[in-house]
């Protein structure tokens, strides 16, 4: 049975999410278009470069899992970052081989994130100083009910600047 949703006081209605529907797919489509020129390549590349950054001596399984892809792809992914020499497999825990930036792996993810915090900078420029701190507010708020386990945060997080968040909103949804 389909009920009419009544969002922003009318029936139908759903402005708000249709609004926030446009301006995710505006951010994410800014995003991937400065990173994929940074990497020079795109997919799951950048996100994996942070991830394993973020994560040293993570398995492909744990990899996998952030970037939520198959097997078969994380295997082919850490094959192509392996090529670049951008990644270098490593004892990890058990059995399994843990994932490491090399140096110049190090250098692509810092220009990633630069070029990442240049556009979400420009996407934010229209707002006042005030109005990004209640951005801020409003997004931990919605970050942290998506966080359902550890997963989630290393999925939500995957190509975060960590630094810039202090008090992150994922993580604290955690504890």
């Known amino acids: 049975m389909h009920t009419e949703a009544k969002v922003d006081g009318n ?3 759903n402005r708000t999410g249709n609004l926030a529907g446009a301006w995710s797919l505006a951010v ?6 400065a990173v994929e020129g940074v990497a020079g390549v795109g997919g799951a590349v950048p996100a994996a470069l942070v991830t394993i950054d973020a994560y040293p001596r993570q398995t492909m399984e744990e990899l996998r ?7 078969p792809g994380t295997l082919r992914l850490v094959e192509r970052l392996e090529a670049e020499r951008w990644v ?7 059995r399994a081989a843990g994932l490491a930036l090399t140096a110049t792996g190090r250098r692509v993810k810092d220009r990633l994130l630069a070029v990442r ?3 979400l900078a420009q996407l934010l420029e229209p707002l006042s100083s005030p109005e990004r701190s ?3 507010e409003l997004l931990e708020k919605l970050l942290a009910a998506q966080t359902e386990d550890y997963t989630a945060l290393r999925r939500l997080c995957r190509l975060c600047q960590r630094p810039a968040c202090e008090r992150c909103p994922v993580a604290a949804a955690l504890r």
Do not use: F, H, M, N
Not at 65 to 71: D, K, N, R
């Open 11 to 13: 029936p139908g209605s």
């Open 117 to 119: 915090d240049e556009t």
């Open 134 to 136: 209640q951005l801020a």
């Open 88 to 94: 270098r497999r490593q004892p990890g825990r058990g």
């Open 28 to 33: 994410a489509d800014a995003i991937r278009r």
């Open 65 to 71: 899992s952030a970037l939520q892809l198959s097997q």
